[in-house]
């Protein structure tokens, strides 16, 4: 895997010309000017006008999911879109702004570069779409949402690694907004064929589970922040809500994502683990949910009295 760190994307490039579709330190990574193509695997669900952009860039693009599941589920599917030198989506997914127009931070691509056609890229990637684990049981695999594709590449199985490098190099943002990935197979991998057929291993449950609780634990941070402000610049929010959340499940063995909130929310506002502060037993026929509930009130209460900004 490469890193580049401190990547910035591009602006609105006012008064610049011609203006660029990709920042150049990417570009000859994306695009490059050696005959391969660049595609973007796009999640409809992070990018919910993507046809009508589709439509207007007039770029070549379809969508991985076929026959009725592609009428039914076109909205939230994966697409894959071929990248143009000079195009205004091309260019958006590059761009940091206005969120409903510039899409660096929706982070909403994978890029792939490639030697094959669109149409050999979407074969490629079709059969990875739902696969079965050891025990027959089928399941999306989700590598189009480029949080399940890093942790995919990063923790999953070598065989999967290899399925999915299969069409050329896979790059995203990274979960540094100003970071960029791109993972390649290793040159002696090229042309050797991965085990068929293919089943998922241990390890690609694991890097499941690790995307999911990542993404849950983004949306918490949103709420969060959104609800009671932001956290002491001395404090890492995401690294300090992504560890409670393990620590709830782990160690608290909390399961329901409200629950998981709750006791996220309280140690938020008490700006350290809610048990160090709070009695978090459960009163006499108080169920799960209402203890956690019961819990992140009284942290609220707490809060206000010694640290009224979190608690307005």
Not at 54 to 77: H, I, K, N
Not at 128 to 135: A, N
């Amino acid at each position: 895997m490469t890193l580049f760190e401190g990547v910035a994307p591009l602006d609105a490039q006012f008064g610049q010309w011609p203006r660029k579709s990709i920042p150049d330190v990417l570009h000859e990574h994306v695009l490059g000017a050696d005959g391969l193509q660049g595609y973007a695997l796009v999640d409809a669900a992070l990018l919910p006008d993507l046809e009508v952009r589709l439509a207007r860039s007039g770029l070549p693009g379809s969508c991985l999911f076929d026959g009725a599941a592609s009428g039914q589920l076109g909205a939230v599917a994966p697409w894959l879109v071929s990248l143009g030198e000079d195009d205004e989506l091309t260019r958006s997914l590059f761009t940091r702004g206005r969120p409903n127009q510039s899409l660096w931070d929706a982070g909403a691509a994978v890029f792939i570069r490639s030697d094959m056609s669109l149409d050999d890229v979407r074969h490629q990637l079709r059969k990875l779409t739902q696969v079965p684990d050891k025990d027959g049981h089928w399941m999306f695999l989700r590598f189009w949402n480029p949080l399940f594709a890093r942790y995919l590449l990063t923790y999953g199985s070598p065989y999967t690694r290899m399925r999915l490098l299969a069409a050329g190099p896979m790059m995203m943002r990274g979960a540094d907004p100003d970071s960029f990935l791109i993972w390649s197979l290793p040159e002696e991998a090229h042309g050797r064929k991965p085990p068929s057929p293919f089943v998922l291993q241990p390890e690609d449950h694991h890097a499941l589970r690790l995307a999911t609780m990542d993404a849950f634990a983004g949306r918490v941070l949103d709420w969060l922040n959104s609800a009671y402000g932001f956290l002491p610049g001395s404090l890492d929010a995401q690294r300090f809500v992504l560890e409670l959340c393990h620590h709830a499940r782990a160690r608290l063995g909390l399961r329901s994502e409200r629950e998981v909130s709750d006791y996220i929310a309280a140690s938020w506002l008490l700006r350290e683990p809610a048990e160090r502060r709070q009695d978090c037993r459960p009163l006499a026929h108080e169920i799960p949910q209402a203890t956690w509930a019961r819990i992140h009130d009284t942290a609220f209460e707490i809060a206000r009295n010694q640290h009224p900004e979190a608690a307005e």
